[in-house]
């Protein structure tokens, strides 16, 4: 049985930096996709970023557009990580690792992963 454990929320102050990490069992995901999603109170869950490997095998990783240059994501074989800086209070979410076992078609999109984590809850105050 393949779980997926987030780790690293919590309550942090705008300015400050957290990181998330997510670890997998039951499987390797180590040729496949692993990603963060976030789901904001009220909202739908949305794309944070990827990793993958491209056609040419190399090691790929893709934002939210949106946030590139505040989150950085990083892997090591069965583990994803998540280094977010200069949070904002609108990222207040529940922040969900996910992942699948080949390169998904479009990675911002949540019915591609087919393994998925319980969330962690990341609170920014002002």
């Known amino acids: 049985q393949v779980q997926l454990v987030e780790s690293g929320g919590g309550l942090v102050q705008a300015g400050d930096s957290l990181r998330l990490s997510c670890g997998a069992s039951g499987r390797t995901f180590s040729r496949g996709s692993m990603a963060w999603f976030r789901q904001p109170p009220g909202k739908e869950r949305e794309f944070v970023a990827s990793?993958?490997?491209?056609?040419?095998?190399?090691?790929y990783t893709d934002y939210a557009s949106s946030l590139k240059g505040r989150f950085t994501i990083s892997r090591d074989n069965a583990k994803v990580y998540l280094q977010m800086n200069s949070l904002k209070p609108e990222d207040t979410a529940v922040y969900y690792c996910?992942?699948?076992?080949?390169?998904?078609?479009?990675?911002?999109?949540?019915?591609?992963?087919?393994?998925w984590g319980q969330g962690t809850q990341v609170t920014v105050s002002s």
């Open positions: 996910a992942a699948k076992l080949t390169n998904p078609l479009i990675v911002s999109r949540v019915s591609e992963y087919d393994y």
């Open positions: 990793t993958r490997w491209n056609s040419a095998n190399v090691y």
